[in-house]
Protein backbone atom coordinates (compact mmCIF):
# COMPACT_ATOMS: atom_id res chain seq x y z
CA UNK A 1 0.00 0.00 0.00
CA UNK A 2 2.67 2.86 0.72
CA UNK A 3 4.91 1.80 -2.39
CA UNK A 4 1.72 2.60 -4.18
CA UNK A 5 1.05 5.76 -2.71
CA UNK A 6 4.91 6.93 -3.47
CA UNK A 7 4.94 5.63 -6.89
CA UNK A 8 1.65 7.60 -7.06
CA UNK A 9 2.67 10.53 -5.39
CA UNK A 10 6.03 10.43 -7.46
CA UNK A 11 3.99 9.90 -11.22
CA UNK A 12 2.24 13.18 -10.01
CA UNK A 13 5.51 15.31 -9.34
CA UNK A 14 6.72 13.96 -13.00
CA UNK A 15 3.22 14.49 -14.83
CA UNK A 16 3.01 18.55 -12.82
CA UNK A 17 6.78 18.85 -13.52
CA UNK A 18 6.34 18.05 -17.40
CA UNK A 19 2.93 20.49 -17.73
CA UNK A 20 5.19 22.92 -16.42
CA UNK A 21 7.91 22.64 -19.15
CA UNK A 22 5.32 22.29 -21.53
CA UNK A 23 4.64 26.38 -20.52
CA UNK A 24 5.87 28.81 -22.10
CA UNK A 25 7.52 31.84 -20.33
CA UNK A 26 5.83 34.71 -18.46
CA UNK A 27 7.03 37.56 -21.00
CA UNK A 28 5.26 40.62 -19.05
CA UNK A 29 2.73 41.65 -16.58
CA UNK A 30 2.33 45.10 -18.48
CA UNK A 31 -1.21 45.77 -19.71
CA UNK A 32 -1.84 45.04 -23.18
CA UNK A 33 -2.60 49.07 -23.93
CA UNK A 34 1.28 48.68 -23.64
CA UNK A 35 2.12 46.16 -25.79
CA UNK A 36 3.57 47.00 -29.57
CA UNK A 37 0.76 46.07 -32.27
CA UNK A 38 0.84 42.62 -33.24
CA UNK A 39 1.47 44.51 -36.40
CA UNK A 40 4.62 46.15 -35.73
CA UNK A 41 6.11 43.25 -33.88
CA UNK A 42 5.88 41.10 -36.66
CA UNK A 43 7.53 44.15 -38.71
CA UNK A 44 10.81 44.12 -35.84
CA UNK A 45 10.73 40.59 -36.47
CA UNK A 46 11.13 40.27 -40.30
CA UNK A 47 13.58 43.06 -39.70
CA UNK A 48 15.54 40.88 -37.82
CA UNK A 49 15.47 38.15 -40.56
CA UNK A 50 12.64 35.35 -39.64
CA UNK A 51 10.55 34.17 -41.84
CA UNK A 52 7.61 32.82 -39.50
CA UNK A 53 5.09 31.10 -40.58
CA UNK A 54 2.83 31.00 -37.07
CA UNK A 55 2.31 34.38 -34.71
CA UNK A 56 0.37 33.96 -31.65
CA UNK A 57 -0.41 35.59 -28.18
CA UNK A 58 0.70 33.11 -25.54
CA UNK A 59 -1.41 32.63 -22.07
CA UNK A 60 1.85 33.94 -19.98
CA UNK A 61 1.53 37.78 -22.18
CA UNK A 62 4.39 36.93 -24.98
CA UNK A 63 4.32 37.01 -28.51
CA UNK A 64 5.56 33.62 -30.09
CA UNK A 65 6.60 32.45 -33.71
CA UNK A 66 6.79 29.80 -35.16
CA UNK A 67 8.95 29.82 -38.48
CA UNK A 68 12.23 29.96 -39.69
CA UNK A 69 15.73 32.42 -38.90
CA UNK A 70 18.01 33.88 -41.67
CA UNK A 71 20.03 30.60 -41.83
CA UNK A 72 16.94 28.67 -42.45
CA UNK A 73 17.05 26.52 -39.44
CA UNK A 74 13.44 25.89 -37.29
CA UNK A 75 12.88 28.39 -34.69
CA UNK A 76 10.61 28.92 -31.75
CA UNK A 77 10.61 32.32 -30.51
CA UNK A 78 9.06 33.83 -27.41
CA UNK A 79 9.03 38.17 -27.50
CA UNK A 80 8.29 40.50 -24.78
CA UNK A 81 5.37 42.31 -26.48
CA UNK A 82 6.46 45.71 -24.62
CA UNK A 83 9.95 46.43 -26.07
CA UNK A 84 9.92 43.32 -29.21
CA UNK A 85 13.19 41.43 -26.90
CA UNK A 86 13.68 37.93 -26.97
CA UNK A 87 12.60 36.02 -24.10
CA UNK A 88 13.12 32.72 -24.62
CA UNK A 89 14.45 30.47 -28.11
CA UNK A 90 14.58 27.04 -29.16
CA UNK A 91 16.60 26.79 -32.47
CA UNK A 92 16.12 22.75 -34.31
Do not use: H
Not at 74 to 80: G, H, K, P
Amino acid sequence: MKRTLITGTLATGLMTASLAALAGPTCTEAPQSDWMSEEAMQQQIADMGYEVKTFKTTDGSCYEIYGWDDQQRRVEIYFNPVDGSIVKQEID
